[in-house]
DNA sequence: TCACCTAAGTTCAGTTTCTGGACGAACCAT
DNA sequence: ATGGTTCGTCCAGAAACTGAACTTAGGTGA
């Protein structure tokens, strides 16, 4: 199986990795989360081949992920914003964040801090039920086929 | 910048896509959460080659995220479990999963539907803060440098 | 006017990685 | 002894990635 394919794959773990499961486009959304929007920002910042930016972000506009908006005419200039479908990869980007806290922090902690404004904490994600509201953990769920199944 | 060196970079997100942020490894762990454990299974629903497949279970199993552990003698035959720290995991499985169901998922629905045992219901998992534990989206959060910073 | 700068790409040769398919090892069943 | 199972390794060709130079379109300073 070729990557392109994964797309078609009736599984959304399939769809969702075949636009934004790839090293490279991760960090790029890290950094557009971080408020970076444009092209000389991303690749001074990852420090990778102009052409991977150039391809990854051509991808994330064509999924809607990111829109290519003018920031100033003559000479025609544009930047990178995140989408209201990017901003719903926010969960997706803070549960990565948080296995890399709990895992990969060294002695000192973690390199970056999260506050939530509503309650004015520092907090971790945690992932609930939609239903009960209670944390859920991998354990606790039962998977089964669904409606959209192949 | 080459990808082996994301895991030295002051960044959980760096760190943690250095693990798993690849697409057949991505892959690998779905596969793995709906209870798949072997070499042959894990090629067999990939349809990938078979080197990608080795190196890959090679890396979870050196991170920690996968145990290779036998399930019987003559001849020594290994399957590959997820550890606490591959379960540890799930919430960034579920986010990706739900970021595909609501973005790409056709008429029909979801491909799959997760029951949260401990209430009984079908589920999508919400991303709450665990101080307040209010739901929490992209633009109710500050980021700011840690103690764990370079 | 001339030289130099910026932002956002494009192009290209060389290197690395991935693919598909064959092959190997160690055992079991008939 | 012939074939099957499971878990790999090996290899040539294809695809992707890299680093560096180049392009476009205009702006800046002297």
């Avoid at 394919?5 to 969702?16: M, T």
């Avoid at 920002?41 to 081949?49: C, Y």
């Avoid at 296995?99 to 939530?116: F, I, K, M, T, V």
Wanted: proline content about 5%; glycine content about 8%; some cysteine.
């Amino acid at each position: 199986m070729k990557w392109e394919d994964l797309a078609d794959q009736p599984c959304s773990i399939a769809r969702s990795v075949a636009v934004i499961g790839d090293r490279w486009t991760l960090m790029i959304l890290r950094d557009a989360f971080l408020g970076v929007r444009r092209f000389e920002a991303f690749q001074t910042r990852l420090g990778i081949s102009r052409t991977i930016i150039t391809e990854r972000l051509k991808l994330l506009v064509a999924e809607g992920v990111l829109a290519k908006v003018p920031y100033q005419d003559r000479p025609v200039r544009h930047e990178y914003r995140l989408t209201e479908k990017g901003l719903d990869l926010y969960p997706v980007v803070m549960a990565i964040v948080n296995w890399g806290d709990r895992h990969y922090a060294g002695e000192a902690g973690a390199p970056l801090l999260h506050r939530h404004k509503a309650c004015g904490c520092d907090f971790h994600p945690v992932m609930t039920c939609s239903e009960c509201h209670a944390p859920v953990s991998a354990r606790e769920v039962e998977t089964r086929v669904g409606p959209g199944a192949a």
